[in-house]
């Protein structure tokens, strides 16, 4: 909380599911996060030495301004992988990414990592986009990802939590 500073319960929310995600190497997903938070530019930063062009920044916004420019949960990754802009998963093919991520199931994440891109490239999308979406926000997610609902549930009992330390002395 003293890291991300949220002002909602929303805000609170999407920081404690990237609280969860980890990175192998470089920046942690959380310390990202802050970051962007901070100073959302950086985020553009990141789309524009990723190579998106004006339309796909414009894209990347409709999902991930909300959230500082990182993908925080399963909802999200289906919601970029569905986008007939981007791969056109069906619910049921984005649904099987969820599960794939959810259950660290590394042969169905690989199933999902090829039909997103093959359908991507049916679609017409331009590889720069795909890399961006799969590589950078998804990927963010691969070793542990938590739905909307479970860490809004978390983040409610944390700031019950907070107040109840704040106002009653421990």
């Known amino acids: 909380a003293r890291l991300i500073k949220p002002r909602s319960l929303k805000d609170l929310a999407a920081g404690n ?10 920046e942690q997903p959380l310390d990202t996060f802050a970051k962007y938070k901070n100073s959302i530019n950086l985020w553009y930063q990141e789309m524009m ?3 998106l062009n004006e339309e796909e920044v414009s894209l990347m916004e409709k999902y991930l301004e909300p959230v500082y420019g990182v993908a925080p949960s399963q909802e999200l990754m289906m919601m970029l992988s569905m986008d007939p802009n981007i791969a056109g998963f069906s619910v049921k093919e984005a649904n099987k990414l969820r599960k794939a991520v959810a259950k660290k199931k590394k042969e169905l994440v690989d199933e999902c990592h090829e039909l997103f891109y093959t359908k991507g490239r049916e679609l017409g999308t ?38 109840l330390n704040y106002n009653y002395d421990p």
């Open 17 to 26: 599911s990237v609280l969860r995600l980890m990175s192998d190497e470089g």
């Open 49 to 51: 030495i990723a190579g």
């Open 126 to 163: 331009r590889e720069e986009l795909l890399d961006y979406v799969w590589n950078v926000q998804i990927h963010r997610q691969v070793g542990y990802s938590f739905s909307d609902l479970h860490t809004t549930a978390y983040s409610t009992i944390a700031l019950q939590e907070m107040n």
